[in-house]
């Protein structure tokens, strides 16, 4: 079993930054790839990033260059790093555990999730 604890969301102004974090908890937390996902009202849940458990990450096109995401394996903490906010990426953000080297974009491939942290960007 994992737990999941995101938090980081807020208010902010379109072109401004912030950092999402996710701590986990439970059993060898370290061999999950992580991802962050992100669903909007009205909207489909939909993949913004992965790092796997080996270190390399993905990306959905549109927060390519502008979002990082990152793993403190020590804090077992997973960041989200979003930079230049756009309205469109007001959201609830979720992170999400995978047991696969490849966890993939997919929701129904993660088996743990946290409650979600909400991001709201102004215009």
């Known amino acids: 079993q994992v737990q999941l604890v995101e938090s980081g969301g807020g208010l902010v102004q379109a072109g401004g930054s912030l950092r999402l974090s996710c701590v986990g908890s439970g059993r060898a937390f370290s061999r999950y790839s992580m991802g962050w996902f992100r669903q909007a009202p009205g909207k489909e849940r939909e993949f913004v990033a992965y790092?796997?458990?080996?270190?390399?990450?993905d990306y959905t096109d549109s927060v390519k260059g502008r979002f990082t995401i990152s793993r403190d394996v020590a804090k077992n903490t997973v960041y989200l790093q979003m930079s230049s906010l756009e309205p469109e990426d007001s959201a609830a953000y979720y992170c999400a555990a995978n047991g696969l080297a490849n966890p993939g974009t997919r929701s129904y491939g993660y088996e743990y999730w946290g409650q979600g942290t909400q991001v709201i960007v102004s215009s």
């Open positions: 790092i796997s458990y080996g270190g390399r990450t």
